[in-house]
Structure formats: C-alpha cells, structure tokens
C-alpha cells in the first residue's frame, strides 16, 4: 500500500467508566462538560474534578489514526510532539509495535498530551482533552516535515494541535502539484472553520456533533465529505451521493470508532481504492472495534476487516 502520515495529537487516555446518573450530575456542575460523543479541549482542569482513572492507556486523535492505518497495511509515518514523560508511558514504543514510524516525533517541554475519555453505559463516549505537548507543534516543526508529508499518498490531519501551522501547511500544499491527498477530521469542532476553505482538504469526517456544529460554515468547503454516524449509516456526500450502513455489533467502548474509520480510508485510498471501497472497508473496521475497551485495544487488521466482510452482508 502507499505511504500515509498522520500529524497530529498523541496523548495518554485516562479511561473512566460511569453511569447515566454521573454524567448527569458532571454536566449540571461543569457547563462544558461535552456530550455524547464530543470531545472538547480545556487547558486546566479543576484539581477536583475527577477521581483516578480507571484505566490508562495510549490514545489522541493523531496517534489512533496512524494506527489504524497501519493495522490497514499502509507504510504510516506519525508526525506530532510527546513530553519528557513520553518515555514513562511507553509512547513512541506502542506505536512501534503496531509498525508506525516514529523517528520524526519531537520531545517538548509540555508533558504529554492526555485526554479524560468518560465511557457510559451504553459504550457512548465524551472526551475531555489537555495539549500539553500537542500545543508545542509550530509552523519550524511542520516545515521540518515537509518533505515527509509530501511524499505521503496520503495526510491524516485532526483539530488537536495548534490550527495556525495546518494552515500555513495547508497553503502550501495547496500550491503543491505533487501533494498527498487531504483527510480532515473536524474533531473537536471549535476553531476548525479556517480549514474548511482550504483548496488542499480533500476528504472532511465529521461525526454528528461536529456536522452540526459546522453546518453554516460547511459551505465554504469544497470536497467530499464523509458523515460518521456511530451506528447510523456512514453519509457520503460526493459527485454521487451514498450511504454505507455498518454491521451491527455489541458494542462496549465507541472510542476512537471515528479515528479507525478515518485511518482505514486513508490507507485504502492510498492503495487506489474507489471511495465507495474505502467508505465501506473503513466502516466496517470502526464498527468491529468498538467490540474491545479503548480507543486502539479494538482496532482491526485488514485481513479481519475481509474475513468479517467475506462473512456477512453489509447493506450499501
């Protein structure tokens, strides 16, 4: 397969499952405290506002997806800043042993990046996340990259690092005839609008929070964009519209659903996949990993994407 880079947040997941009722109770003393399926991102947290962690394990939105598209076959290069404790946690390592490259991701003085992922009962997820490291990606580290990026197939881009450097690099690619194809998760939401207008974001994946965050914007952009809608039909909106309907599983942990969907498309359309195969492989992995606690705990192989396929119907 070709090559994909991911450039984006790494973070550690502070994993908390709790009940309707906790939830309920931390959004009437928190006013953004998200909702289903919202990540939002706060620099200081109340030192009181939550007991440890059940569970700690690798996560960020940046990081998830260079996963995925590894486990999705592709040659991925991961591009993003970990803290001095990056060691500690075991970071670059985790992603080694999945077949990302992590020789280009910088050390900052910012601990690493963490997010506090509230799992409910349901397996719906909201995620609260802290930059910390993510926060030192600038305009000098993503222009030591450029070659890397350039070369690529294919560019995974998410909204957890600092906007104003994507869109330096946005410009310039935009200028590029030799440029990756574009994918742009709008996760978190905030902030995301300058984006959208950029020539060189091909591909936009919205989940259902994010769509309607952005509608009065969405006109400024021009490419295909990709609806995620947990269990709902994937929504495609192209020169030909479609929908993809995932396959029903149990589901126990919806986190990083987004993230495999997003990885698995860009290592398929690096391959030079159709859109409608790339859709429906990538919803199918997101789909099967929500079968497993965490956001990459779950993430499937290619090969297991096909055997589940080969197996059952899925309804375009």
Known sequence: MGDVVSLGSINVDKIHHVSDAEITDLRDQYGWFPDRGQTVQIRDLPTDFVADPGSIRQG?????????????????????????????????????????????????????????????????NRIIVRPGANSAIDSAYIREQYDTIRSAE????????????????????????????????????????ELLGCDAVDYLTPNENEYRALQSSLGAFDGVLVRKRGADDVIVEAERRFTVTPPTVKAIDTTGAGDVLNGFLAAQLAAGASLQEAIEIGTIAGSLSTRETGARRGIPTLEDVRTYRASEDVTR
């Open 60 to 124: 960020g939105k940046g990081a998830n997806q260079a996963v995925a598209a590894a486990k999705a076959g592709a040659e991925t290069e991961m591009l993003g800043k970990v803290g001095p404790d990056g060691r500690e946690f075991g970071v670059r390592s985790r992603l080694t042993e999945v077949g990302v490259g992590v020789t280009r991701i910088g050390t900052a003085s910012e601990p690493t990046g963490t997010a506090h992922v509230f799992v409910g009962q349901k397996g719906d």
């Open 154 to 193: 294919c560019l995974l881009l998410q909204n957890e690092i600092p906007i104003e450097p994507v869109v330096a690099l946005l410009s310039e690619l935009a200028a590029d005839e030799d440029r990756p194809t574009v994918v742009l998760d709008p996760a978190p939401a905030d902030g995301i609008e």
